[in-house]
Antibody, heavy 123, light 107 residues
Framework: EVQLVGSGGGLVQPGGSLGLSCAAS????????MDWVRQAPGKGLEWVGR??????????EYAASVKGRFTISRDDSKNSLHLQMNSLKTEDTAVYYC??????????????WGQGTTVTVSS | DIQMTQSPSSLSASVGDRVTITCRAS??????LGWYQQKPGKAPKRLIY???SLQSGVPSRFNGSGSGTEFTLTISSLQPEDFATYYC?????????FGQGTKLEIK
């Protein structure tokens, strides 16, 4: 069974740092693009960023709102995906989902999602 | 950035009704679009990929159509478990963008 399990959420002060992890199972992580998506309380879904697969040298893309502050990495040998969040702002408060992306045509859309982990940025 | 305009933002309907949700892209995205269902406190679940292909395991009452800039999700006969929030996602170009969501409520 394909499964993603997120962890690492918690309460952090503005300006602080926090790292999230996502454990993957049931598929070969190195074959897949992986995304992070967040959802602020009572709001819609917002794409955070993506890491491409091994064939594409694990290159990354980020939303403008997090570029320069957030870093996506992965350890395929441990079947894990990571999101390092620095210089956190109150507006980064959200549930963070990891998601697997699979190809359709020439581009990649998210098919399997983790359960989400909650990040609260507050003093 | 590609803007995805989703309508309506909320919809009240009854079991057995047919409902349609629309997403319009600010520029052409071919068929690089998915539809997702989200229930409170849960992760989104993909229903449709490639604008019109049904995700494995999803009931056939869900139907997606469209290409280019206009897309629709139709639920042919609402079931109690369909009351949820629905989102479209374009993955044609970065940044990936979601529609604002449509909350489908029981009348």
């Amino acid at each position: 069974e394909v499964q993603l399990v997120g962890s690492g959420g918690g309460l952090v002060q503005p300006g602080g740092s926090l790292g999230l992890s996502c454990a993957a199972s049931g598929f070969t992580l190195s074959d897949h693009y992986m995304d992070w998506v967040r959802q602020a309380p009572g709001k819609g879904l917002e794409w955070v960023g993506r890491t491409r697969n091994k064939a594409k040298s694990y290159t990354t893309e980020y939303a403008a709102s997090v570029k320069g502050r957030f870093t996506i990495s992965r350890d395929d040998s441990k079947n894990s995906l990571h999101l390092q969040m620095n210089s956190l702002k109150t507006e980064d408060t959200a549930v963070y989902y990891c998601a697997r992306a699979t190809i359709f045509g020439e581009t990649y859309g998210m098919d399997v999602w983790g359960q989400g982990t909650t990040v609260t940025v507050s003093s | 950035d590609i803007q995805m305009t989703q309508s309506p933002s909320s919809l009240s309907a009854s079991v057995g009704d047919r409902v349609t949700i629309t997403c319009r892209a600010s520029q052409g995205i071919r068929n690089d679009l998915g539809w997702y269902q989200q229930k409170p406190g849960k992760a989104p679940k993909r229903l449709i990929y490639g604008a019109s292909s049904l995700q494995s395991g999803v009931p056939s009452r869900f139907n997606g159509s469209g290409s280019g800039t206009e897309f629709t999700l139709t639920i042919s006969s609402l079931q109690p478990e369909d009351f949820a929030t629905y989102y479209c996602l374009q993955h044609n170009s970065y940044p990936l963008t979601f529609g604002q969501g449509t909350k489908l409520e029981i009348k």
